[in-house]
């Protein structure tokens, strides 16, 4: 998980980790890799790109057993 409070910072992290993978033979899932903006006042859109491929935007997701979702409030996981 990558984390920043800039969008072009966080394109810059996703760059440097497909150029990484790419010295070492591998590369980055791009069906795996999912991207996901926190606002409280609304539904935010971000556009970060892997290889050319827009990454897709999810509003929740599961992270070491709890859920997180874009509003940042935890009514899933406890649901859950």
Do not use: H, P
């Amino acid at each position: 998980m990558f984390v920043s409070d800039e969008e072009d910072e966080l394109q810059t992290i996703i760059t440097w980790l497909g150029e990484i993978c790419k010295e070492c033979g591998m590369e980055v899932n791009l069906k795996k890799t999912k991207t996901m903006a926190f606002s409280k006042s609304g539904k935010m859109q971000c556009s970060v790109t892997a290889n050319g491929t827009v990454l897709e935007q999810v509003s929740q997701s599961k992270y070491l057993g709890s859920w997180i979702t874009e509003d940042g409030r935890y009514e899933l996981d406890i649901k859950t």
